[in-house]
Each structure stands twice: as C-alpha cells, then as structure tokens.
C-alpha cells in the first residue's frame, strides 16, 4: 500500500528531526535524560526504516511458491522492531549510571516544546491517515510516538526538578533516575509488540466480525446451512474454517457440491483475500 509507505517515510523524517532538536538541547544544556530521549528518538527512525521494507515486502502478489502472499513479513518487521527497541533500552538503562548532574538552563524547555509540538502533529496526522490504511505497522509507530510524547513530558518535569537542586541535593538525581524511567518504558513498548509479532507469526484465531458475518451473508445466499466459522490471518489473508451442519439425508455427492459452491464463491471475495477454505461436516 503506497499511502502505507508514504506515511511510514514521512514519520522517519519527523523523528529524525525531532531527534536532533532534542539531542542539541541535551548537549548545549548538559541534560542527560533529553539526550536519552532522543536516542530513543532516533531509534523510532530506524524502526520505521524497518516497517518500511516490512511494507513494501508484505505488498508482493501471491506466487506458486507462495500462495498466501508476503502479508507475514510485517509481522517480522515487529518482531526486529521489537529487538531493536529492547537494545535501545538495555543501552540506555546501562549509560544510565554514568551521568555527570549539572543545573540545565530554562531554556531547554525551547527545544522541549518545539519537539514536542511536532510529535503531536504527526500523531494526528498518522491517526487521520490510518483510519483508511487500517496499518498493524502504522498502529505500533502510533503507540512509541504516544511513549515518545509522554517520554518528553516526564524529562521537562526532570529539569524542573534539577533546577531546584542546588536547594535541594537529593534533587541532583533526578537525571539519572529519569533516564532509567525512559529506559523501562522501551521496554514496556518493545514487550507487547514482541509478543503480538510472536503470535501472529505462529498463527492464531483472528476476530474479524465484518468478514465473519459476510461468509454466513454468502452461505445463507447459497442455502448452506454455516454453524460456526473460524479465521486464520496471514498478513494481509485470510485462511477459513468453516463448520456446515446436515442431517442424515444428505448423500455424499450433495455434500460435495455443497462445499465446492462455497469454497468458489468465498475465492471470489474481495479479489482473493480468502486463500483457503477447510470446510468440515456436522452430522445432526
């Protein structure tokens, strides 16, 4: 999906734009934890980079040697985004420790602001965009630009700790303890994109209730007689399982028919999105 890559390419710009606004205001004023968020920052650029080709890959047209199409490799994307982000954060909860405290000027909050001011537009303008992509990718790069947000927040609240350190020495901490704080909440977002990207890859029941209702629409309208269906999502495809309840005074070969009209009819829908259908009898 080009609106997909489009999106993804101009979210990479803005945090590498936003990376430099923080990592200059975190060297001219000497603020450890502004320098930390901007490595972390940086790190959304290189996972975007990431999605990119995830999405580009996920685009390829389904061959012989693939039947259901390249849709998986953005779950591997995740899964490499979700490395990288545990990296980042192992780096900086260790660089953590080796913090040199010093009074910032207020002046940093300048860089604070404007950095912040653009993150939140580009959230809005992602949110907009994606609910036509409908994007798994673009849904996670949302949700570490919302950590970025509350990132930044949490190290303008540090300054202003730190400017009041000298009346208060226990305050002269408060750089390295918030470095740590940014370091865990990588964590926290790379723990639940590892494990969606895990699962999805290995395969599991997936609730659609829109293509749910519209295999019971097809059934009904071919007089099959649906009990219960099942999904199973492979990237952008879909695999069915479908339960068809008869009763004993079906023969085979009307069974048979059954289940062919079905599974060519559900091929048909939306240019192929089901690519297999398992079809199962239930004898009343």
Same mark, same amino acid.
């Given at each position: 999906?080009?609106?997909?890559?489009?999106?993804?390419?101009?979210?990479?710009?803005?945090?590498?734009?936003?990376?430099?606004?923080?990592?200059?205001?975190?060297?001219?004023?000497?603020?450890?934890?502004?320098?930390?968020?901007?490595?972390?920052?940086?790190?959304?650029?290189?996972?975007?980079?990431?999605?990119?080709?995830?999405?580009?890959?996920?685009?390829?047209?389904?061959?012989?040697?693939?039947?259901?199409?390249?849709?998986?490799?953005?779950?591997?994307?995740?899964?490499?985004?979700?490395?990288?982000?545990?990296?980042?954060?192992?780096?900086?909860?260790?660089?953590?420790?080796?913090?040199?405290?010093?009074? $910032?000027?207020?002046? &940093?909050? !300048?860089?604070?602001?404007?950095?912040?001011?653009?993150?939140? @537009?580009? #959230?809005?303008?992602? +949110?907009?965009?994606?609910?036509?992509?409908?994007?798994?990718?673009?849904?996670?790069?949302?949700?570490?630009?919302?950590?970025?947000?509350?990132?930044?927040?949490?190290?303008?609240?540090?300054?202003?700790?730190?400017?009041?350190?000298?009346?208060?020495?226990?305050?002269?901490?408060?750089?390295?303890?918030?470095?740590?704080?940014?370091?865990?909440?990588?964590?926290?977002?790379?723990?639940?994109?590892?494990?969606?990207?895990?699962?999805?890859?290995?395969?599991?029941?997936?609730?659609?209730?829109?293509?749910?209702?519209?295999?019971?629409?097809?059934?009904?309208?071919?007089?099959? $007689?649906?009990?219960? &269906?099942? !999904?199973?999502?492979?990237?952008?495809?879909?695999?069915?399982? @479908?339960? #068809?309840?008869?009763? +004993?005074?079906?023969?085979?070969?009307?069974?048979?028919?059954?289940?062919?009209?079905?599974?060519?009819?559900?091929?048909?829908?939306?240019?192929?999105?089901?690519?297999?259908?398992?079809?199962?009898?239930?004898?009343?």
């Amino acid at each position: 999906m080009k609106e997909e890559r489009k999106l993804l390419a101009i979210t990479a710009m803005s945090n590498i734009l936003i990376g430099i606004i923080k990592l200059i205001g975190g060297v001219l004023f000497h603020v450890n934890a502004l320098m930390v968020d901007s490595i972390y920052t940086f790190s959304d650029s290189v996972t975007d980079v990431i999605a990119l080709i995830g999405s580009k890959v996920a685009q390829k047209r389904p061959n012989r040697r693939h039947p259901y199409g390249f849709g998986r490799a953005e779950y591997i994307a995740n899964l490499f985004i979700s490395i990288i982000l545990f990296l980042v954060g192992g780096y900086l909860f260790l660089h953590s420790f080796a913090i040199h405290q010093s009074q $910032p000027s207020m002046l &940093v909050f !300048l860089f604070i602001g404007i950095a912040l001011i653009i993150k939140l @537009i580009m #959230i809005k303008f992602a +949110e907009k965009k994606n609910k036509k992509i409908k994007s798994p990718i673009i849904e996670d790069d949302i949700e570490e630009a919302r950590l970025d947000i509350l990132s930044s927040i949490f190290v303008g609240v540090v300054i202003l700790l730190l400017t009041v350190s000298d009346r208060l020495p226990v305050l002269r901490y408060a750089d390295m303890v918030a470095s740590i704080v940014i370091s865990m909440l990588i964590f926290k977002t790379a723990y639940p994109i590892l494990k969606n990207s895990l699962f999805d890859l290995i395969g599991e029941v997936e609730i659609d209730d829109e293509l749910t209702l519209k295999i019971k629409d097809i059934s009904q309208e071919l007089h099959v $007689p649906v009990a219960n &269906v099942e !999904l199973m999502k492979y990237g952008r495809y879909y695999g069915v399982r @479908i339960e #068809i309840v008869i009763d +004993e005074h079906y023969t085979l070969r009307q069974a048979k028919r059954m289940q062919q009209k079905l599974i060519l009819q559900l091929r048909k829908y939306k240019r192929g999105i089901i690519k297999d259908v398992d079809v199962d009898f239930k004898i009343q």
